[in-house]
């Protein structure tokens, strides 16, 4: 066992006794995903999907839970952050090194009226805790009737996550649920907002969004405010999705926090007629990796996967994909586009499944990469499994350094080096962050792109 | 203002020599074209003069005049080439997907306002400085919002090396085949453009291969550029002697000439 599991085996520990008042079925939960995680370890570079990505630099952190109110700790830096999201039309959900901070969050002045009424939001802390403890048992125990109606466990289409999934599980206090009642037109945005104190602590949250038929909803989920790249942070959020049919979903993921070590997952369920449409945005973390895993189990779904990573330094920024297509007539899309600097790594593994009676699927792949230094170093890695015969599937992957003719071109109307190379690379990036649907978003994208250009 | 001395280049990681030692002097208010067979050196030279890494000068200088000042041009970067006032119109001006005309043009023009001690101008006021350069080239106001020649037709992209011209008024403009795929009406637009961007103190170097532009934008001198050498300079009329005989003529001329001084200097450099 590495010093991180064995330090967070002892974090455990140490709280086991502020555990008492929990409900029995979440202990279960909580140990069953323990014994998981600390049956497979850690994943190694032997395995697979983390042949690129090594966790070495992980299992030498020490795990630290975070303090109970860990607000406190918030520099102004990250207040104003807060004050101004407060300030947009969204409903901020505000998350202090992983933990619910209730007295943080609220809904902007420009907000939609109907958002408090229509949407049902459980802080999981609270309610684990309090009398709500049985309505959230009741949504958990929903959502795993759905789960179970699934053709195939979540899991399965991306088995070697399973650790880090389990490890989320094994701590689950944090996180917040999220019912969009059906027909239910939200036009402002949710927002998950995770700011960081800087402090050493591993942080574990999972949150669930679920959209009624025929719903429509923006989410918005964020990682800010740096943190020393010597930092020993790290969060572990998973993030599950449940679209019922014919319901809309557009969900803009930033992830911008220099110094931390982040494990995500995004699960989606996509039923008949429902649209899932994701823009992540990679920009900075000491280890990121983001896996995306989205089933389609209805007719005329459509799901788009979108990216950006930058990474520089010695950052490594993994993104793993995967799209399961197991019914007749639906859609899927995805563009990745990386940008590289100096030693850092960007890794893009995207699967596709199309099953065999998944006839007149259309799913296309696309990665791009752009090498700014010759250390650094990219590995994408289409993978289709397609059994199907009647299908339009395309993919592809180019990795290549800045056009000289366009460097030059620049250069010879006065543009200096270095302002063609950064007016180059913004123009590269600017396809996908101005696909950004959250103005507050794009202004905080913005922001970490200048840091990455400077 | 530009004196080009025996100028030798030669492709970059590769010995093919190009220039063979090339002599061109421009003053302040001329135009001179350059005129000559294909792969004399003609778009070498240009592209020489703008500072492109795919060319290496193997001997001679070049100097640029600034504010009565000699400057060696060759030990510039390109982007202090062109905030010293050169400026190449491309042959094949290159398509930069993502980056609008718009922004592209200002960040040009500001970096060259800052090289001379001018004030940068802000989004909007270069805005209403753009639209008056697009009436001035009777220029559509959509073509600064689209990417930087992307989609454009070959036509747009030859006005938009214009645009970027009037937009940055350089002291020397080195127009590469600017006539090559133009119909007569682009042609005409194009060369009022240039006409109307000349004077005292600017010069023009038009490379092309036809005098049609030349009936347009009338050079003061016109020079014969053969095998990286100017083998022949005149004036106007030189174009029209080259449009009825080609250049087989002059070519020969030279040659015969050529063969008597290489004969010459092999004798004097004889062994003893």
Known sequence: ???????????????????????????????????????????????????????????????????????????????????????????????????????????????????????????????????????????????????????????????????????????????????????????????????????????????????????????????????????????????????????????????????????????????????????????????????????????????????????????????????????????????????????????????????????????????????????????????????????????????????????FYLQSRGIPHAKAEAMLCEAFAAEIWQTAQDPWLEARARTELARFFA | MLTIKNLKAKVADSDKEILKGLNLEINAGEVHAIMGPNGSGKSTLSKILAGHPDYEVTGGDVNLEVNFRQKNLLEMEPEERARNGVFLAYQYPVEIPGVSNAEFLRAAFNEICKAQGADEMDPLEFDDFLKTKLKFLDMSETFISRAVNVDFSGGEKKRNEILQMAVLSPRLAILDETDSGLDVDSLRIVSEGVNKLRNKNNAVVLITHYQRILNHIVPDHVHVLYKGRIIKSGDKTLALQIEENGYDAIIKGYEKEHQREYEKENKTSAPK
């Not at chain 1, 042949?51 to 700790?73: D, H, V």
């Not at chain 1, 996180?175 to 800087?198: C, F």
């Not at chain 1, 020993?232 to 930033?254: A, C, G, I, P, Y």
């Not at chain 1, 992540?280 to 189990?297: D, F, K, P, V, Y």
Request: net charge negative.
């Open chain 1, 1 to 407: 066992m590495t010093s991180f599991l064995e330090t967070l085996a002892s974090e455990r520990l140490a709280r086991t006794a502020s555990d008492k008042g929990l409900p029995a079925w979440v202990k279960t939960l909580r140990d069953h995903a323990w014994q998981t995680a600390i049956a497979a370890g850690l994943p190694t570079t032997r395995h697979e999907s983390w042949k690129f990505t090594s966790l070495r630099p992980l299992s030498a952190l020490t795990a630290k839970l975070p303090e109970s109110a860990p607000w406190e700790f918030l520099d102004d830096e990250a207040m104003n952050l807060l004050r101004e999201s407060l300030d947009t039309a969204g409903l901020n959900l505000v998350f202090v090194d992983g933990v619910f901070a209730h007295d943080l969050s609220g809904a902007g002045p420009e907000a939609d009226d109907s958002l408090h009424d229509a949407v049902l939001i459980e802080d999981l802390a609270a309610a684990l805790r309090g009398p709500a403890s049985n309505t959230l048992q009741g949504l958990v125990a929903a959502m795993d009737a759905a789960k179970s109606k699934l053709p195939v466990p979540l899991a399965h289409v991306a088995p070697q996550e399973q650790t880090i999934a389990s490890l989320g599980d094994s701590m689950i206090s944090e996180g917040v649920m999220i019912q969009i009642p059906a027909g239910k037109n939200l036009k402002s945005a949710i927002r998950m907002i995770h700011v960081s104190t800087g402090r050493a602590t591993s942080g574990f949250s999972r949150h669930i969004l679920s959209l009624g038929a025929g719903s429509t909803a923006r989410l918005t989920e964020c990682y800010l405010k740096n943190v020393p790249s010597d930092a020993q942070l790290s969060q572990f959020v998973t993030t599950d999705v449940h679209l019922s049919e014919n319901s809309r979903l557009r969900h803009d993921r930033l992830l911008g926090r220099t110094g931390e070590f982040h494990f995500g997952a995004t699960n989606v369920v996509v039923p008949a007629g429902a649209t899932y449409h994701s823009l992540a945005l990679n920009l900075s973390a000491r280890i990121g990796r983001h896996n995306i895993t989205a089933m389609i189990t209805g007719e005329g779904a459509d799901v788009i996967l979108d990216g950006l990573t930058t990474s520089r330094a010695d950052q490594v920024l993994d993104t793993q994909s995967a799209i399961d297509h197991r019914v007749p007539h639906t859609t899927s899309r995805q563009l990745y586009k990386s940008l590289l600097k100096e030693t850092s790594r960007s890794v893009f593994s995207g699967k596709i499944f199309v099953r065999k009676n998944a006839q007149k699927t259309a799913a296309f792949q696309q990665s791009k990469s752009l090498l700014l230094s010759n250390d650094a170093e990219v590995d994408a890695k289409p993978q289709l499994e397609i059994e199907a015969d009647d299908v339009r599937c395309s993919h592809g992957a180019t990795v290549a350094q800045l056009n000289p003719d366009e460097m």
